[in-house]
């Protein structure tokens, strides 16, 4: 791939990075602090955009990519078509969200409002479409990585895109807390509708003309097709695929199950208004993980994916834990240090973990990269829909914020444990060895059928 194309792929997460900032720290704050929404319900809904993948769309729109071209090219339209799927459905959101009207205090009237709201069932369905565009956007856009870009440079790839993600959202992020000042329901709507025009325009110059019509995939990175069904077989029998799907899991619960919880912890906790929880949390945690992210995935090659993971697991674990010190102590001094910490942990894990998906594809990068999303979504979705969930049981039981977050956080520092314990087992040949086993058996199996 020529160095113009590898730079501006690198670029296409960027309108990701505006879209999820605005929806993971600004929308979910305002549902749980202005509108009274309740956390479980308004995680719930942002945890919705993960919830297709759950039920296998990445693998069959990796496998779909794998199989099928359209006007020639296999990965660039299924980007597009999630482009346009995710900016549709962010732009409605904000208006949609003020149409959520909930009361009551007990669960049962909590449940019994929400069953019969008719503005959070437009909600259910916006965020539906968003994850589903999400969901198709990203699997295309990660196989086509794999495709075409040399395993040495993969990490590097990774390390700059979602660099420029992180860096994106917190630049959005400050931008779009200054202007909400003076907040108002008009004001949010007109700061999703910029942000999605810019999101669309970003992905259109990412992505277009980077994959050749036509192309033939470099040797060795992708081998024969298999049927969606034959897909399944293949990562429902293999034990090392299985393995690699639960680091998977557990490796990006520990990672994303906080991201949506940081704005309402500063609000509840320290009591900090939007335009203050917006210029912390991204620019402090998010700047030294934008930092260490780009630092380790140009360091990768050198000291290797599983050094990279164990330094940001140690990391992460630590910062999480002077997160609740600085909670309780209600020290922002400590707290401020505490998110440089978890940054970096956070900024070092991620690039490795998603450099090591990358590579673990044994030449079938739709299925498998479908397969690595699935798992992926689904600890993001439990890991935001279960931060509601802890926040508002814990919170009911104690009536102290601070108990609910730390509930959250120590989750996450026991993940990081996990990940590490299972890290030593993962092995990239024995992985493409059963993948190779594996697929001769279903190739043998269906001629013998």
Same mark, same amino acid.
């Given at each position: ?49 993960? *919830? ?144 999605? *025009?810019?999101?669309? *325009? ?11 019509? &036509? ?42 199950? &906080? ?39 140009? *360091? ?150």
């Amino acid at each position: 791939m020529k160095t113009i194309n590898l730079v501006r792929i690198s670029l296409f997460q960027m309108g990701f990075g505006i879209m999820l900032g605005f929806v993971q720290d600004i929308l979910n704050r305002v549902m749980i602090k202005e509108l009274f929404i309740p956390a479980t319900i308004a995680l719930g809904l942002i945890s919705l955009k993960e *919830l297709l993948a759950i039920f296998g769309v990445k693998v069959w729109i990796g496998n779909l990519s794998d199989r099928f071209s359209i006007l020639g090219y296999r990965r660039t339209p299924y980007i597009l078509i999630g482009l346009v799927s995710c900016v549709v459905s962010f732009i409605l959101s904000p208006s949609a969200a003020y149409e959520v009207h909930m009361s009551g205090t007990s669960f049962s009237e909590i449940v019994s409002v929400a069953l019969t709201d008719v503005g959070l069932w437009k909600l259910c369905l916006i965020f539906l479409v968003f994850g589903f565009g999400l969901q198709v956007a990203t699997t295309a856009y990660y196989a086509l990585i794999a495709d075409n870009v040399a395993e040495e440079h993969i990490g590097k790839i990774a390390g700059a895109s979602w660099t420029l993600m992180v860096l994106t959202a917190i630049i959005s992020n400050l931008t779009i807390g200054s202007y909400l000042k003076v907040f108002s329901p008009e004001r949010l709507t007109q700061v999703a509708e910029t942000c999605g *025009l810019i999101a669309f *325009l970003m992905g259109l110059v990412a992505v277009l003309g980077v994959e050749e019509r &036509n192309a033939v995939v470099t040797k060795g990175k992708e081998k024969h097709s298999i049927t969606f069904p034959q897909s399944i077989r293949l990562l429902s029998s293999s034990p090392r695929t299985l393995q690699f799907a639960f680091y998977v899991f557990i490796s990006i619960f520990a990672l994303f199950a &906080n991201e949506v919880v940081m704005d309402p912890f500063g609000a509840e906790v320290f009591g900090m208004p939007v335009s203050a929880t917006t210029k912390l949390f991204k620019p402090m945690m998010g700047g030294t993980q934008l930092i260490f992210m780009l630092l380790t995935g140009f *360091l990768l090659s050198r000291i290797g994916f599983k050094r990279g993971a164990y330094f940001g697991n140690l990391f992460g674990a630590i910062g999480f834990g002077m997160i609740i010190m600085a909670g309780f102590a209600r020290d922002m001094t400590l707290l401020r240090i505490a998110l440089v910490v978890t940054g970096a942990g956070l900024g070092a894990a991620s690039v490795s973990n998603i450099t090591m998906m990358m590579n673990m594809t044994a030449g079938r990068s739709g299925v498998y990269m479908g397969l690595w999303g699935t798992a992926q979504s689904l600890a993001i979705f439990l890991g935001h829909s279960g931060a509601g969930v802890i926040r508002d049981v814990v919170f009911s039981l104690t009536g102290n914020h601070m108990m609910a977050y730390s509930g959250i956080f120590i989750l996450e520092i026991i993940a990081f444990a996990i990940s590490s314990l299972v890290l030593p087992h993962i092995s990239k040949e024995a992985f493409e060895a059963e993948s190779e086993a594996k697929i001769s058996g279903i190739a043998a199996a269906a001629k013998a059928g």
